[in-house]
């Protein structure tokens, strides 16, 4: 059984940061890709950005130069550095992991599985 637990979000003003932690428990990173996702009010769910066992990074298009996510394999956590927020970064992120291959993210330029997912936490950027 994977859990997944979330935390560092918050409110803040348009032009702040924070750091969103994502711990993961009963199992590993080998093998695995870790994303973070969100969903703002009356949309869908979109992919932010993912990381791959090896280090390799993909974010999408709206998020890139101001995001940046991380993984510490010792501590199974996966980090997401917001810098110069906006309102329209305002949602629930999710931590996520899986697999390498499978379902197409263009998005993001992957393909992966996310097969466990996390409750959440709420980032709102205010104008």
């Known amino acids: 059984q994977v859990t997944l637990v979330e935390s560092g979000g918050g409110s803040v003003q348009a032009g702040g940061s924070l750091r969103l932690s994502c711990a993961s428990s009963?199992?590993?990173?080998?093998?695995?890709?870790m994303g973070w996702f969100r969903q703002a009010p009356g949309k869908g769910r979109e992919p932010v950005a993912a990381?791959?066992?090896?280090?390799?990074?993909y974010y999408t298009d709206s998020v890139k130069g101001r995001f940046t996510i991380s993984q510490d394999n010792a501590k199974n956590t996966v980090y997401l550095e917001m810098k110069s927020l906006k309102p329209e970064d305002t949602a629930m992120y999710y931590c996520?992991?899986?697999?390498?291959?499978?379902?197409?993210?263009?998005?993001?330029?992957?393909?992966?599985?996310?097969?466990?997912w996390g409750q959440g936490t709420q980032v709102t950027v205010a104008s």
């Open positions: 996520a992991t899986g697999t390498v291959g499978g379902r197409h993210y263009r998005e993001l330029g992957l393909f992966a599985d996310f097969g466990y």
């Open positions: 009963g199992r590993s990173f080998s093998g695995q890709c």
């Open positions: 990381i791959s066992n090896d280090g390799t990074t």
